[in-house]
């Protein structure tokens, strides 16, 4: 069993940068692939990003490729979502997950994760 608690969100400006972090509770975090997820207001929940347990290995959606750089640090337990020059279509609630599964690479399906944090809300400002 994994417990994931998302932090970091809040309201930005366009353009501006925010670092989300998810802990997870448990010892075999390191061992679990992870992704980001996202869901905006009368939308289903999209991908967003995913890394490997290495860490060796990352997937992007493409609206966020070459803005936000999915990481982790595998000693704290954490996985981060750094997310720089975001824009107004990124508002939505962000979510962590952990994939307890095997998968090369990383899955970008919902599907395959089964451990959710609870969201935090990134809200961003024209």
């Known amino acids: 069993q994994v417990q994931l608690v998302e932090s970091g969100g809040g309201l930005v400006q366009a353009g501006d940068s925010l670092r989300l972090s998810c802990a997870a509770s448990g010892r075999t975090f390191s061992s679990y692939d992870m992704a980001w997820f996202r869901q905006a207001p009368g939308k289903e929940r999209e991908f967003v990003a995913a890394?490997?347990?290495?860490?060796?290995?990352?997937r992007y959606a493409d609206s966020v490729k070459g803005r936000f750089t999915i990481s982790r640090d595998n000693a704290k337990n954490t996985v981060y979502l750094q997310m720089n020059s975001l824009k107004p279509k990124d508002t939505a609630v962000y979510y962590c997950?952990?994939?307890?599964?095997?998968?090369?690479?990383?899955?970008?399906?919902?599907?395959?994760?089964?451990?959710w944090g609870q969201g935090t809300q990134v809200t961003v400002s024209s």
């Open positions: 890394i490997s347990w290495s860490g060796r290995t990352t």
């Open positions: 997950a952990a994939d307890p599964g095997t998968h090369y690479p990383p899955a970008v399906s919902e599907k395959a994760y089964d451990y």
